[in-house]
């Protein structure tokens, strides 16, 4: 099972759509949670980090839940710009990163 | 303040070629990596540096050497190059022992194909 799991997608949304990713993580000792952005054939960015109450920048919401070991992105009012692969990271030593989830925003 | 830049770009080899990926940082960074990133495969460890003169071996470490020996520069050697070593490698860099944001910023990556 690998480390970090994500559905790869693609998410194909129109614009003004809300879309969800879901992300799960095998380690339960993990200590800090991101999302990262990669546009095609580009470096990653980082996103946004998440934070155990869950954190909203703008039009995107990251959650977390221990319990069942999974964190979400929440996009709303999908921009065509929003297209790109989002990556789910976790760090229980160092950084590891799940296989990245595509979405698409179509006119 | 050119954040982290990687040279070369593109690269193609012959199998058995060696070749060295330059990767430098101008934010005084303790830690650096180095990343390969394939089709379905998200971004692999390959080894990374804690601080200068140091490296440690990460998720796939095998046929890549490494060296740091300027704070600033993280050098990723490949030997005698193979096939399954066609990939996009990402290098990055991080702040000292922050494990709560620890943002990593990456490099723009080298392409490298072996034939």
């Known amino acids: 099972r690998k480390e970090v799991e994500q559905d790869p997608g693609p998410f194909n949304v129109p614009e003004g759509a809300t879309v969800a990713f879901n992300c799960t993580y095998s380690n339960s000792a993990s200590q800090s949670f991101f999302w990262y952005r990669q546009d095609c054939r580009k470096e990653p960015k980082l996103l946004m980090s998440?934070?155990?109450s869950g954190n909203e920048d703008g039009r995107f919401t990251a959650q977390l839940n221990r319990a069942s070991q999974y964190i979400s992105l929440l996009i709303r009012d999908s921009k065509l710009s929003d297209s790109a692969t989002y990556l789910c990271v976790v760090n229980p030593h160092m950084l590891t990163f799940g296989g990245g989830t595509r979405l698409m925003v179509k006119p | 303040n050119a954040g982290v830049t990687q040279t070369p770009k593109f690269r193609v080899l012959k199998t058995g070629q060696s070749m060295t990926l330059l990767c430098a940082q101008d934010m005084n960074h303790e830690y650096m990596y180095w990343y390969r990133q394939d089709p379905g495969m998200g971004l692999r460890l390959i080894h990374y540096?804690?601080?200068?003169?140091?490296?440690a071996k990460g998720e796939v470490p095998d046929g890549y050497n490494v060296s740091r020996l300027k704070k600033q520069n993280f050098l990723l050697g490949l030997e005698s190059a193979a096939p399954s070593q066609t990939s996009v490698y990402f290098c990055a860099s991080s702040s000292f022992g922050d494990r709560v944001t620890d943002t990593q910023y990456f490099g723009p990556g080298t392409r490298l194909t072996v034939l």
């Open positions: 540096s804690v601080g200068e003169g140091t490296t």
């Open positions: 998440v934070y155990s």
